[in-house]
């Protein structure tokens, strides 16, 4: 394959003024624009000494600047590295020095605080980006040509490096090759049925897969548009859905829209796709959203590691609970954590995965990449099953696996006996020390109705839907669940939170 962005230049449309962006401001984004803007970006990247194969990190707020600014790293043969705008100061000067990058654009605001981080890390350059055209960057590349000669670019060739979390141990940078987001882009474009008549609502964060590679590489290959959000915010997104044709977004995004009055099936009755992933969608929202809108949500499962893997089908039954069928070329197994053996259908265990879409490792991490792969299947960490379907579905992180007694408990399969529940609103599942039984099931409910904290009263409930090893020891109430930027709950701080719900006093 070609540079990843010539690969999406050939779905451009042939009349470039089409507009490739519109944002809240009016601001509109053509195609025309997007050659010119990330062209003037490449040749300034060039005029700051970045090389191909240099690191390009990038820690500013959600612009189409951005979107043109990793266009032109594909272009210059940069390796763009976007960074989360919750980032701290001790975890950016982290990343400087693992990742070494050659430039460091940041927001114009942070530049006190970050260009003396950059300097003690040894980055040669800090420029700015704001929103509107703001910062230094964008002004340089005012004078610049509008005419770059991409560079060819071979599949295994890196387009950018997203690092993990780092829930446990320091965060890991995935290299992701032009090769790989290319092959996943065209394989979802084609399973969705994306054309240019597409209008996609965007109103993701784009330092993360979801919201920049498959939001915005799908669009592009398609020549379809977008509608730019800065953020979520539930008054805009259905301020905007009638202008929408399809929605990518986290699970929390429908679960907000489900408690607006305005959300109806008429608002949406339009629509052609809305999709879910980054964090698991309960059942009980699936069924609760096709209830209200007519409209089953496509869930699908993707990594930072591996971009997308498995989705439900376009065509065909949506399985609440699930994420559908591996995509093609993409190979699935479920293994036995410990001894890497091949399970049958229908046995849980760690998912591994093989295909084009698979990263190429661990930035300077050559021995946890090793580890992390097995017969040429990366081992996710993520436990699931196969069910005679072929559908894949995601019980829970092999690290969130409690053992109470020497049972094993997996959280996913309790959350979703009770979010069943019609006094709940969401749960999360965590195991914490016990004193007898070595950990001890917690369960942490966002209830339906606020006020309500009968824990007794969702343990009787669940008295013939889980055997009695899975029950919740504990119920917690909570108004909402810690989670992060896409979505995910941090079960690492519920346990930090819980950690000493059974501790003797």
């Known amino acids: 394959m070609p540079n990843l962005y010539d690969s999406l230049r050939a779905g451009f449309p042939a009349d470039r003024s089409k507009p490739f962006a519109s944002e809240l401001d009016g601001a509109v984004t053509t195609y025309a624009d997007v050659e010119a803007r990330s062209a003037r970006l490449a040749n300034r990247l060039g005029e700051l000494g970045v090389r191909p194969g240099d690191r390009v990190a990038v820690q500013t707020p959600k612009s189409v600047d951005m979107l043109m600014l990793y266009l032109a790293c594909l272009r210059a043969g940069a390796v763009f590295l976007p960074l989360n705008t919750a980032y701290t100061a001790g975890e950016l000067d982290y990343f400087m020095r693992d990742a070494s990058p050659a430039l460091f654009v940041c927001a114009p605001d942070a530049v006190g605080t970050i260009a003396p981080l950059a300097k003690a890390a040894g980055v040669a350059r800090v420029e700015t980006m ?17 005419d770059f000669a991409t560079l060819a670019m071979e599949d295994d060739d890196l387009a950018a490096i997203l690092y993990t979390s780092g829930t446990t141990g320091r965060s890991k940078g995935a290299m992701l090759s032009h090769g790989n987001l290319a092959s996943n882009c065209f394989n979802l474009c084609d399973y969705w049925h994306f054309t240019a008549d597409d209008v996609l609502l965007h109103a993701l964060p784009i330092f993360h897969t979801h919201g920049l590679f498959v939001a915005t590489n799908i669009v592009l290959s398609s020549g379809a548009q977008m509608i730019f ?14 202008r929408a044709t399809a929605m990518m977004g986290v699970p929390t995004f429908y679960i907000r829209l489900l408690k607006e009055p305005a959300f109806t099936r008429d608002l949406v009755a339009h629509m052609r796709l809305f999709i879910s992933g980054s964090a698991p969608l309960s059942a009980d929202i699936h069924r609760e959203f096709s209830q209200l809108t007519g409209h089953a949500i496509l869930e699908r499962y993707g990594m930072t590691e591996t971009n997308m893997n498995t989705s439900n089908p376009y065509d065909g039954d949506r399985i609440a609970g699930t994420v559908g069928h591996p995509l093609p070329g993409v190979s699935i197994r479920i293994a036995d954590p410990e001894t890497g053996r091949v399970l049958p259908q229908g046995e849980i265990g760690v998912i591994e995965i093989q295909g084009p879409n698979v990263f190429k490792g661990y930035w300077r991490m050559p021995e946890k990449t090793a580890e992390e792969f097995r017969d040429g299947y990366f081992i996710s960490g993520d436990l699931g099953l196969i069910d005679a379907r072929g559908y894949v579905s995601i019980v829970g992180r092999a690290k969130d696996l409690i053992i109470s007694g020497g049972y094993n408990i997996y959280p996913a399969e309790v959350e979703t006996a ?3 529940l019609p006094q709940v609103r969401e749960s999360a599942v965590i195991g914490v020390p016990h004193p007898d039984m070595g950990e001890g099931v917690v369960a942490v409910v966002v209830p339906m109705e606020p006020g309500f904290a009968d824990g007794a009263a969702i343990t009787a409930a669940l008295a013939d839907r889980l055997a009695r090893f899975k029950m919740p020891r504990r ?3 909570v108004h909402e669940l810690p989670k992060n930027g896409m979505g995910k709950v941090q079960k690492t701080v519920l346990r930090e939170q819980l950690g000493d719900s059974f501790k003797p006093v």
């Open 130 to 146: 704001g929103v509107g055209g703001a910062g230094t960057l964008i002004e340089g590349a005012r004078g610049c040509a509008e």
């Open 475 to 477: 119920v917690v109430f």
């Open 229 to 242: 959000l800065p953020a979520f915010d539930a008054a805009q997104v259905l301020a905007a859905l009638p």
């Open 418 to 420: 009770i979010d069943e």
